[in-house]
């Protein structure tokens, strides 16, 4: 399928709107993905406004996407809504647990995959962020979350201004297994990753940062033990918060 | 795109078996989904044998599915292999985290959609286990999961031998809010699950389990608190023991 072999993240966008008919027509049509008892356990917020993005934008490390981007797209874990229906309907829901809350994550993050690839199938760009988990506190007071409501993924959104090189990836036999899991010794390492280290600009990435591998780049710049204990410990207080644990 | 709009799950599949190089190229070609850092933080495990399925079958509440479709993808979140490179390459990983946790199952996730999407796409039918998050710890046992890989969606997959109805979906207004999320009143819960409420296949489903409303069949017998709770404390223990949990 062309549209998902020939993909890459947009983070640049032409000065040309998302016509709200479209971008309609897309989130209806990702409905059709597979939802737990057909529940559908997401709900997304369409941020299009000035203000709106310039609220989002440091809650996203001021990535400038978020501010250039025509539409900004948060896709919601939505328990709230069924719970709701329950109340009116004479039912006693019992969804405010972690169970729950990584079935309706699972829904809305199918969900947003599926609505990517019809956005990208129309020719539009995007830009998947990842740091919607960093700050979700934060995401959920600005955007106005009820409980039982979490954001698990930002879409940044619009017509592409740029057509970047595909990023690298691992030859399949490094992520599937037969039967049962093989663990990976020094050797499948080195068959999975010769590749990906050999790539010039993944030597300039190591250079770039004074690291001696790439795998450090990852470690002490990237993705840091420091900041992912932080950030942890804020992401469980936010489902204590939203009133999925405990 | 027709192969999302007509979707349907597909329960039963026909005696004839999913090509090895087929189902390679749909892993191989689902690998172009974003991930972060491009880090691919996911790994499958491909179960064909009778004797894999049979092993599987009761962790998913004896679905038939198991056993009959030809081949059973189980989607881990893996940071396993991301930290066994770290540690051949002189590079301290701090992936024992929640956090970690969560965006492995992001991108093992994502990966899967666009999986779902491609094999759908080929014509080949597939059913979602929500169950794989019921019994991850045994899942993890059977498939031989090490630390930091943990099984988050399932789905068997075959040729299909049936065209189910496909079932209802909320109006686009229930999941979508313009800037903010607006909770929902008794008002907007009756416009969002009226059509639901009213299709015949839902009627009877009240009916036959003797309940007054539709939402009690959820939260009385399909997903019940008791359950969701006795579950979610599983899930919890998995995250430990899988080393993602203090």
């Known amino acids: ?50 203000e709106g993005k310039a609220r989002l934008a440091p809650l996203h490390y001021n990535q400038p996407m978020v501010t250039a981007a025509p539409v900004v797209l948060t896709f919601c874990a939505d328990f709230n809504r069924t719970v709701q229906w ?24 199918l969900y947003c995959q599926n609505f990517c690839t019809l956005a990208e199938a129309e020719g539009l760009g995007l830009c998947y962020l990842g740091t919607t988990l960093y700050q979700p506190s934060d995401i959920a007071e600005v955007l ?46 080195d068959d999975a990753y010769r590749d990906k280290e050999a790539l010039e600009v993944n030597r300039q ?16 710049v990237r993705y840091t033990r420091r900041d992912n204990e932080a950030l942890s410990a804020g992401l469980l207080d936010v489902l204590r918060r939203q009133g999925f644990l405990d």
């Open 144 to 189: 106005g979350l009820p409980k039982l409501v979490v954001p698990v993924a930002t879409i940044t959104l619009g017509w592409p201004a740029e057509h970047p090189e595909q990023t690298d990836r691992l030859p399949l036999s490094a992520i599937i297994h037969d039967e049962h899991y093989t663990d990976y010794t020094p050797q499948a390492i």
């Open 205 to 220: 990435f190591v250079r770039e940062n004074g690291k001696e591998t790439l795998a450090q780049v990852f470690t002490d």
């Open 86 to 109: 329950c109340r009116c309907r004479k039912a006693d829901p019992g969804y405010d647990n972690f169970l729950s809350f990584l079935n309706a994550a699972t829904d809305a993050l």
């Open 1 to 50: 399928m062309e549209t998902i072999t020939n993909r890459r993240s947009i983070r640049r966008y032409a000065d040309r709107p998302v016509d709200e008919a479209l971008l309609n027509s897309l989130l209806k049509e990702a409905e059709r993905t597979q939802t737990m008892g057909g529940m559908q356990l997401y709900s997304v917020v369409v941020t299009r406004s000035a």
